[in-house]
């Protein structure tokens, strides 16, 4: 059997300690150089001489009447940041966190907010035309009288958001989550609404001419004087709803659940 003298024992793991030591401060000195350059790109965009800042911190950050016209804050961390009146037309804010952030009166005009956090966020009288909310979470967020013609929302969770009055004409809440939320008056020609969960959700008052609801939940969902003409309700659950004064003309009713709902004549279905 070989052995080894202690002092080559030594020196062997002394040698590995120094790799160590050598890897550790190299990888400590690349991320103090991407920190610095993290910090060099906030600064720049906050004193306006950018419009690109993907996953930088900006919380808090007062955006007011910002012109971010096709910015890219993809990932960025926006939480409370504050975009009154600015404009984020064509901008890129995927995957951002804009939890309780102020979007209204905003342009945000075929802005891309896919799979985006806007729990809480404020949208109100926003131009969301054409923007892309696809798989965002809008949990309880204020949308009141929004602009989100031609939107796609498809898979956005808009559990208990207020889209009182909104402009959301061929819009796409496809397989979309709004429990409780709220629309009333809503305008929703031809919307598309297929397999979506709207459970308790205020519809009163709102315009559905020619939407698909086809395979939607809605249960105890009140349409109360709502214009669902032309409609495809096909497979769509609707058990226990109020549909009192509700237009039902013309409207795809193949498979429809009407257990236990109020129908237009106030009579209640079996």
Not at 51 to 60: E, F, S, V, W
Not at 118 to 123: E, G, N, P, T, V
Not at 221 to 247: E, I, P, T
């Amino acid at each position: 059997m070989r052995i080894f003298p202690a002092r080559c024992i030594a020196a062997r793991y002394l040698r590995r300690i120094l790799t160590v030591a050598v890897a550790v401060v190299a990888v400590n000195g690349e991320a103090a150089r991407w920190g610095a350059a993290a910090q060099a790109g906030v600064a720049a965009f906050l004193a306006g001489e950018s419009k690109n800042c993907p996953g930088c911190n900006l919380a808090g950050a007062n955006l007011k009447r910002r012109d971010l016209t096709g910015a890219n804050l993809a990932g960025a961390n926006l939480r409370g940041a504050s975009f009154h009146r600015a404009v984020l037309r064509g901008a890129n804010l995927s995957g951002a966190d804009l939890t309780e952030a102020n979007l209204n009166k905003t342009d945000l005009i075929q802005a891309d907010f896919s799979n985006a956090k806007l729990a809480k966020a404020m949208l109100f009288e926003a131009d969301a035309s054409r923007a892309d909310f696809s798989r965002a979470n809008l949990t309880e967020a204020l949308m009141g009288s929004i602009r989100l013609l031609g939107g796609r929302l498809e898979r956005a969770i808009l559990t208990e958001a207020d889209l009182e009055a909104a402009f959301l004409n061929e819009a796409s809440f496809a397989n979309a989550t709004l429990n409780g939320a709220n629309l009333h008056q809503g305008r929703l020609l031809r919307v598309n609404l297929h397999g979506a969960a709207a459970d308790s959700t205020e519809f009163t008052q709102a315009n559905l001419r020619d939407a698909d609801l086809s395979g939607a939940v809605l249960r105890e969902s009140v349409f109360y004087l709502a214009d669902l003409g032309g409609a495809d309700l096909s497979g769509a659950n609707l058990s226990h709803s109020v549909l009192r004064s509700a237009n039902l003309g013309d409207t795809k009713q193949a498979g429809t659940i009407f257990t236990g709902a109020m129908m237009p004549d106030n009579s209640i279905h079996p």
